[in-house]
């Protein structure tokens, strides 16, 4: 399964030398037929399969092609073409060996409609697909080793390199020609060592090490580099050919990624000018804080203090939330520390943190920033009111625990908080309560999240819970 994921992963590139479709057959457990399995239409060429083969089975005896490749373990052609709506189609099969047998079949099916007599381009490409495909049958394709690591890694159609065994250019394309030209090079390439050409053109600190730089544009490891000049940036993967086992030369392919290190360039800048602007609104929040703190202290009427004090843990909700954006340098946190956070900041402020627990069950997850904001003072007006009125300052020695139950489920965020505090008063309604702080909870809740919110008495028939459910886009 791995051979033949890696197989797939790079099945592109004969697909466009080729100038055919590919189809992977799948040999049945029964062995009563085969399975398509897989399936890539070229780029440089008009399509022969223009339907969706996939899951299509075909049983055995139906296609003698597909049977021989199979049975004997060699590649196989039709002499004459088939017709397909009114299109000769020429089929090849290739089995496809892994530690030593036949694991699976890939059909090449070219569209014959207009052929003409080839470019040296497209000789050149055929005859790079009929090594890679002698590869497939022989067990060398895919080659081990390194996987490319770049998401925008060549493809035949960015720039053709054929070299020799001792990696000298045998053919370029004009697009491969071009991307050399804009490194700085006169003339042409044919017949020059390209390791050779490439340390001439690109400063040794935009270049890889030597013995990768040689490797690969020698022709004789199968990844990719990325080398630059001030300028000119581009990617080099390098596929070493062995159709019969032993490396006769190598394809390159050539990507011009200028413009695309560039954009990577900007966005890096954006990132970290919105990290910025994060950390910016951080220090604002807590200078607020800082100075209703100080104002507090100030206060001789206690209910003006405790709203200040109430007022400083709201700014210090939503500080917390712009912290861990500004870390994160993306629009997305994982809100659980935040969670855990504002546990600690409500019981620390209150000052009942050795003997009043907050526990979280589940995971919050990774939530969007506006999300997360508006979660945040939400939850830290519910944990005060759990402090504040279950656990009355009055009542110094009384122990408990606050806990927050999370879960995910269908594009929703479940939240119960639950405490084994005093409990709610008699008759309480959440419509016609007054509290400051429970009106600004359903406001963001029905408003800002379009959720629901529900406030009742704890399973254990002591304390008080409050239950959330919010979508999570």
């Known amino acids: 399964m791995a051979w033949l994921h890696q197989l797939m992963a790079d099945w592109q590139i004969i697909a466009d030398l080729s100038f055919a479709d590919l189809v992977l057959w799948l040999p049945d457990c029964e062995g009563n037929g085969y399975w398509a399995g897989g399936q ?11 339907d969706d083969l996939l899951g299509t089975f075909i049983p055995v005896g139906r296609r003698r092609m597909m049977d021989e490749a199979y049975g004997y373990g060699r590649l196989v052609r039709e002499g004459d073409p088939e017709w397909r709506d009114d299109v000769p189609v020429r089929v090849e099969v290739i089995p496809v060996r892994r530690g030593g047998r036949v694991i699976a079949l890939v059909a090449r099916n070219t569209n014959l409609l207009g052929v003409r007599t080839p470019s040296r ?13 002698q590869m497939i049958a022989g067990g060398w394709f895919p080659p081990a080793g390194q996987r490319s690591d770049h998401a925008d890694s060549p493809r035949v159609g960015d720039g053709f390199l054929r070299l020799d065994a001792a990696g000298r250019v045998e053919y370029a394309s004009p697009n491969a020609l071009s991307v050399y030209r804009r490194l700085g090079l006169d ?24 013995e990768t730089l040689s490797a690969v544009l020698g022709g004789r490891a199968d990844r990719d580099i990325e080398i630059a000049t001030d300028e000119v940036a581009l990617i080099v993967r390098s596929i070493a050919l062995r159709p019969l086992g032993e490396r006769i030369g190598a394809a390159i392919l050539l990507r011009d990624v200028t413009e695309l290190r560039r954009r990577d360039r900007e966005l890096v800048t954006k990132d970290a000018t919105i990290r910025e602007i994060h950390h910016r609104v951080k220090n604002n929040l807590q200078t607020v804080a800082a100075l209703l703190r100080l104002q507090a ?23 917390i939330v712009h912290e861990t ?3 994160s340098g993306e629009e997305h946190v994982d809100f659980d520390e935040i969670a855990d956070r504002l546990g600690r900041m409500v019981t620390d402020v209150s000052g009942i943190g050795g003997r009043v627990h907050v526990l979280r069950k589940g995971s919050f997850g990774v939530l969007a920033s506006e999300l997360a904001t508006t979660l945040a003072t939400v939850l830290t ?15 110094a020695e009384a122990e408990g625990r606050i806990v927050i139950a999370v879960r995910r489920r269908a594009a929703r965020l479940h939240v119960s908080i639950e405490d084994d ?19 600004i909870v359903r406001t963001l809740v029905e408003s800002e999240l379009n959720g629901q919110i529900e406030i009742g008495t704890a399973q254990r028939g002591r304390g008080a819970r409050v239950q959330l459910d919010v979508p999570l886009s």
Request: without cysteine; glycine residues 6%; aromatic residues 2%.
């Open 381 to 395: 007006e519910i944990l005060q009111n759990s402090v504040e009125h279950g656990y009355p300052s009055d009542q």
């Open 40 to 50: 890539m239409r070229p780029t440089t060429g008009p399509t022969a399969l223009p």
């Open 421 to 439: 505090g005093a409990g709610l008063p008699a008759a309480f309604d959440l419509t016609a309560s007054s509290s400051l702080g429970l009106s």
């Open 121 to 133: 381009l497209e000789l050149s490409y055929l005859q790079t697909a009929a090594e890679l495909t």
């Open 187 to 210: 003339g042409d390439l044919t017949n020059l060592v390209l390791a050779d050409l490439t340390r001439d053109l690109v400063p040794p600190r935009r270049r890889p090490d030597e």
């Open 297 to 319: 202290r100030r206060m001789d009427q206690p209910s003006a203090r405790a709203a200040l004090e109430e007022a400083v843990r709201r700014v210090g909700s939503i500080a």
């Open 325 to 327: 954006l500004s870390e």
